[in-house]
T-cell receptor, first 112, second 116 residues
Framework: SQQGEEDPQALSIQEGENATMNCSYK?????LQWYRQNSGRGLVHLIL?????REKHSGRLRVTLDTSKKSSSLLITASRAADTASYFC????????????FGKGTLLTVNP | NAGVMQNPRHLVRRRGQEARLRCSPM?????VYWYRQLPEEGLKFMVY????????ESGMPKERFSAEFPKEGPSILRIQQVVRGDSAAYFC??????????????FGPGTRLTVT
């Protein structure tokens, strides 16, 4: 698998449910970031978690990071139809921490 | 505070023509990055620039692609003699001066290049 690989590839849920997306990576990192991309649009930065942090919250978002397993998860609680988008994790490797490596993303569909 | 601006949003070029993509970073940001996104793929790093300097162009194809970020004006990604395989979305991102290794990048809306 490539650096910053998300799973599942696609996730479909009902409004009000929680959505969990996972990201795995290969090399040591400084930071891990989550972005959202609506169809045909640019990326919106959601949250950054540093390698020495284990959990971070922002509104309805909760991100965890397990550096021993080289994995992260993004939880969106009480989902809304407007959360429908692709979600990408991006990692920056130690030594070149400006160079973000993205996975292919998880396509989340929230049905009203 | 305006976000990262890119233009044009859509660009159609015939094979062999030149494509010129522009990016204006957020106000106060001095670092610019270009990424390419192929259909159904994540973004791939191309180049990292500061004013008048190319810091890392390890993701740029060696031929036909060039980038600059002049002292005045936007950053430019130039693709010469475009081929169909260049069709993609090209995103620019910017970040402020990096303190404590945090490289939070803010992305523009992208330029969708179609080569016919």
């Amino acid at each position: 698998s490539q650096q910053g690989e998300e799973d599942p590839q696609a996730l479909s849920i009902q409004e009000g449910e929680n959505a969990t997306m996972n990201c795995s990576y290969k090399t040591s990192i400084n930071n891990l970031q989550w972005y959202r991309q609506n169809s045909g649009r640019g990326l919106v930065h959601l949250i950054l978690i540093r390698s020495n942090e284990r959990e971070k919250h922002s509104g309805r978002l909760r991100v965890t990071l397990d550096t021993s397993k080289k994995s992260s998860s993004l939880l969106i609680t009480a989902s809304r139809a407007a959360d429908t988008a692709s979600y990408f994790c991006a990692t920056d490797a130690k030594g070149s921490n400006y160079k973000l490596t993205f996975g292919k993303g998880t396509l989340l569909t929230v049905n009203p | 505070n305006a976000g990262v601006m890119q233009n044009p949003r859509h660009l159609v070029r015939r094979r062999g023509q030149e494509a010129r993509l522009r990016c204006s970073p957020m106000k106060g940001h001095s670092h610019v990055y270009w990424y390419r996104q192929l259909p159904e793929e994540g973004l791939k790093f191309m180049v990292y620039l500061q004013k008048e300097n190319i810091i890392d162009e390890s993701g740029m194809p060696k031929e036909r692609f060039s980038a600059e970020f002049p002292k005045e004006g936007p950053s430019i990604l130039r693709i010469q003699q475009v081929v169909r395989g260049d069709s993609a979305a090209y995103f620019c991102a910017s970040s402020p001066n990096h303190g404590q290794g945090s490289y939070e990048q803010y992305f523009g809306p992208g330029t969708r290049l179609t080569v016919t």
